[in-house]
């Protein structure tokens, strides 16, 4: 699910694809207050599901937002629950799972449902900046 160089993701904006496969980046909205380089609901990084059906994309304003890539609609409402802007997110190989980091957790989501699996994986001491599936989806 690596994104190419001038990709337009469904909101139109072309993203540019960071040192990892999958992840990319943009910039929606500038001036968010406390991030003085970042925009209020700006895209932090976003990933395309295995199936290419899905985008979820992270925020500054510290939810995920699921997105049909063939419309550019939101899936439903914004997913809920860091306190932290959520700098990392990534599908598993079978695109049931979504996982998030951002602040000290990482966070486990059904990619369909949008709800949380679980408890928070709680441990770090500064914020999470990288999450990633093995290619068996573990």
Known sequence: CAASAGT??????TVTPLALPGAVQQRLNPGYPGYPNFGAGEAV??????????????????TIRLWDAATGKPLGEPLRGHLEPV????????????????????????????KPLGEPL?????SVRSV??????Q
């Open 8 to 13: 337009v993701i469904p909101t139109g904006q």
């Open 122 to 126: 709680r441990g770090h001491e500064r």
């Open 87 to 114: 700098t990392s997110v990534c599908f598993s190989p079978d695109g049931k799972t979504l996982a998030s980091g951002g602040d000290k957790t990482i966070r486990l989501w059904d990619a369909v449902t949008g």
């Open 45 to 62: 990084r976003s990933q395309v599901s295995p199936d290419g059906k899905t985008l979820a994309s992270g925020s500054y304003d510290n």
């Open 132 to 137: 990633c599936f093995s290619p068996d989806s």
